[in-house]
């Protein structure tokens, strides 16, 4: 994949929802990639890997509309190429960071379409899967929770103007791998 492929997945997911019905989350996912990585660039500033993991992190909805238990997966394989594998292992770990959040912190309100698919991506975690997430798993975590924050209606933007300005970063984070 390159740049270019990329950018034009990311300007495909403009009219692409995390459920091929729109019963899921409440905004496409290119606004929810943009919001996410926005958060991320907030409170991580310097930490630009983490943010193209956020921009990029539900690709796998796009390419395999349905699949929500392997669409981390499917996204992350799909990103390694060109962005290397810490943006792709932080694009796989968001799903086992939903779990792990869901299980540490149980009166952490999920959105209406992450609580129905909790369980098909595997449920809450067991004890010993909680300590071996904990060994590698903060970036991850800050990830996910940018992802919970990332799904407001209606934001004013542009889309793809926005979408325009992560390029550069896109591709340092590529030249970097």
Known sequence: MTVDELMDLLTACEDAWDTPDRSGDPVPL???GLQVAAVLRQRYPDDVELQVAGLVHDLGHLL???DEAGHAAAGAEAVRPLLGEGVAEL???HVPAK???ATVEPERALSPESA?????QGGLMSPEEVLAFEAYGTRAVALRRADDAGKVIGLDREPLAELATWRPVIERVAAAR
């Open 30 to 32: 290119l606004d929810h």
């Open 64 to 66: 395999n509309p349905g």
């Open 91 to 93: 694009v796989e770990l």
């Open 99 to 101: 779990r792990y959040l």
């Open 116 to 120: 129905r698919t909790l369980e098909l």
